[in-house]
């Protein structure tokens, strides 16, 4: 079991390593996210609707696109250093690969969100200062759905044709559960409701993650096997 | 509550056409493709 | 005989008690007071539902059973089951709104069963386009069965997402159940209609199983 985590580390380190030294990935997701919040800020009339109403989808459709872009990068630079290949010739189990590449993509992700979150929150005003712990852990488990599901696709779709519209095509049917419950959730907490009102929706995030990470671990081997 | 029932039957006519055009589209399509076989 | 011959005379029985199903629930079954003639719609409809459904969820357990064993026929009769679930998907999904229309006043409702027609419908898309974007047979077996597994794992959490996404947002009109307790003419015309779907899905399924045979394009 020490092994699993230990490997994994090891390869979310180099894919993070690699990230760091060029940074253009990171900072070209991060003005993306900030054009599409722009954009949404645009996209309505603020005499007819209020801005609560929009908030919880405008932040999770913003973050859900911007997962999307930091997955597609990571299958990206997959494709250009095949390290993957490189990875498979070594003893490490499948598994860690997969946790591994999953641990990259969620620090990558999370970033981006931590940095779009008060951005977020200066652009539309929406106050979050006393739900911040909520909303945080909120987003997280419903980033690891995502990004969970994500990884096992990209690690496919690099060996098929048109692999940068597979990704999304696949992919969206799954960020469904994730969005709605982020979406539900976050507007009880941005309207002030108690707390335990939205421990449902946490709680059916919670059990969508388990069960993907654990599916998506169990069937990552057989989409890199020889 | 009055007793009249609707007058939908265009819809159902609609359905029951559209039904039959994609099974037995299919249906053809299927055969065509299993000829020689 | 062979699979493909025998697949089509499955097929040809079907249809021809299919003709038997429309006979029978447009000429021989009583009108529903409230609903009126588009209350038939159900007999298409829900049958459709059913085979779309059983195929979505052999898709899944061929899956499973091909990572299992390896064996390329389970891969093949996945790939069948799939592209006849997206036929009977399409029935569903052009039934569903002409009977919503006219029983709820609207095209399209997101509720808990449209909604999970309409992303049932996107899983199907999916596992075909992925089929036809991978050229190598072993690896697209693979890959198609993750998707499989994958999606079969999904409706249910789509289903209770939808569900919850509903309850919050309750609908101004009042949803008419769809079949409370049947009267017995039309309990037999629905079972009967579930009976011939089942056979059409039985006769697509083998036939187009026989085509995949030569394998260049399954």
């Known amino acids: ?226 | 509550m009055s007793e009249v029932i609707p007058q939908n039957a265009g819809y159902m006519v609609a359905a029951y056409i559209v039904t039959a055009i994609i099974v037995l589209a299919y249906a053809a399509s299927l055969y065509r493709r299993t000829r020689g076989r | 005989m062979t699979l493909a011959s025998r697949g089509r005379a499955v097929t040809l029985v079907a249809l021809l008690l299919l003709v038997g199903v429309y006979v029978r629930a447009l000429a021989f079954t009583p009108l529903e007071r409230f609903q009126g003639a588009a209350q038939k719609i159900f007999y298409l409809h829900v049958p459709a539902a059913w085979s779309a459904m059983l195929a979505m969820a052999l898709v899944g357990l061929a899956s499973v059973l091909y990572l299992l064993v390896k064996d390329p026929r389970y891969d093949r009769f996945a790939a069948a089951s799939a592209e006849v679930g997206t036929a009977f998907c399409v029935v569903m999904l052009t039934t569903g709104p002409l009977w919503a229309r006219p029983v709820w006043g609207t095209w399209w409702a997101w509720d808990a069963r449209l909604t999970l027609t309409l992303f049932l419908f996107f899983l199907y898309i999916g596992y075909l386009l992925l089929r036809q974007a991978v050229p190598d047979p072993g690896v697209r077996a693979r890959y198609s069965a993750v998707l499989g597994i994958c999606g079969t794992v999904l409706l249910p959490f789509i289903h209770l997402s939808v569900y919850l996404f509903r309850t919050l947002h309750p609908q101004p009109i009042v949803l008419k159940p769809s079949a409370p307790s049947l009267p017995g003419v039309m309990l037999v015309t629905l079972l009967y209609s579930f009976g011939v779907f089942t056979l059409l899905y039985i006769g697509f399924v083998m036939q187009r199983y026989a085509v995949g045979e030569e394998g260049s394009h399954v």
């Open chain 1, 1 to 226: 079991m020490s092994d699993l985590l230990r490997h994994a580390w090891v390869i979310a380190r180099k894919d993070l390593v690699i990230e760091l030294r060029s940074r253009t990935a990171f900072v070209s997701t991060l003005v993306f996210t900030v054009l599409v919040l722009i954009v949404f800020n645009f996209g309505r009339d603020p005499t007819a609707t209020a801005v609560l109403d929009l908030a919880p989808g405008i932040l999770c459709v913003t973050f859900t696109f911007a997962a999307m872009l930091a997955l597609n990068r990571a299958f990206q630079l997959e494709l250009e250093n095949q390290a993957l290949d490189g990875l498979l010739l070594t003893p490490i189990s499948r598994r860690s690969i997969y946790l591994g590449k999953l641990i990259a993509n969620l620090a990558f992700v999370g970033l981006v969100e931590a940095v779009g979150l008060p951005l977020f929150v200066v652009f539309f005003n929406v106050p979050v200062g006393h739900v911040l712990p909520a909303l945080a852990g909120l987003i997280a488990l419903a980033t690891i759905g995502f990004v969970a599901v994500g990884t096992l696709f990209s690690a496919m779709v690099i060996r098929t044709r048109f692999a940068e519209l597979m990704l999304p095509v696949l992919q969206l049917p799954f960020s469904i559960p994730p969005l709605v419950l982020a979406v539900l959730a976050t507007a009880k907490l941005f309207t002030g409701r108690p707390l335990d009102e939205s421990l449902g929706y946490l709680k059916l995030l919670a059990a969508y993650d388990i069960v993907f990470i654990g599916l998506s671990t169990l069937l990552f081997p057989a989409t890199v096997e020889e």
